[in-house]
């Protein structure tokens, strides 16, 4: 758990109010381009904290590349879940703000910490470029999608 709402919302668009996010306790890739370099996403520039799912919805209605860090979250059915989403701009920040908790909380589930590296968010920035977030010194920045990068999924609870 790396997020929990001062009051019940609506965190993942299924008309449900939620407490909270939670991520993998593993990246789910390494290597995943964030896709479609080039293609403007409609939709998929939301920023904030419950705008996750949507974006990623978004980018899957309008990418049809294989193996992007969208889709790769949408498959992921860890915990026997399959509603996982690739997090927003600023839920992958206060993903990093928790990183210690996580780490932690997933090393001791069997999963693995984060990485010294950059992961992509949901949030596009232009037709050329997403949005990663460091989680070596918590830098957010605006990448090539077609760079790989890592990818860790999330879900609301």
């Known amino acids: 758990v790396f997020y929990v709402a001062s009051n019940p919302t609506d965190l993942n668009g299924d ?25 403007p996403i409609s939709g998929a520039d939301s920023n904030g904290i419950g705008s996750g799912a949507a974006n990623t919805s978004d980018i899957l209605a309008s990418c049809s590349q294989s193996g992007i860090a969208a889709e790769v979250c949408d498959d992921y059915t860890g915990g026997g879940y399959s509603d996982w989403f690739l997090p927003s701009k600023d839920e992958l920040n206060e993903m990093y703000q928790n990183k210690a908790t996580i780490d932690a909380t997933a090393g001791a589930n069997g999963g693995s910490g984060f990485a010294s590296a950059y992961y992509w968010s949901s949030t596009e920035y232009d037709l050329g470029n997403a949005w990663e977030q460091g989680f070596l010194y918590g830098g957010q920045l605006n990448f090539s999608k077609d760079s790989p990068d890592r990818v860790r999924a999330v879900r609301a609870f």
């Open 15 to 39: 008309g449900t109010p939620d407490q909270g996010l939670v991520c993998a306790v593993e990246d789910q890739s390494s290597g995943a381009e964030w896709g479609c370099i080039g293609t």
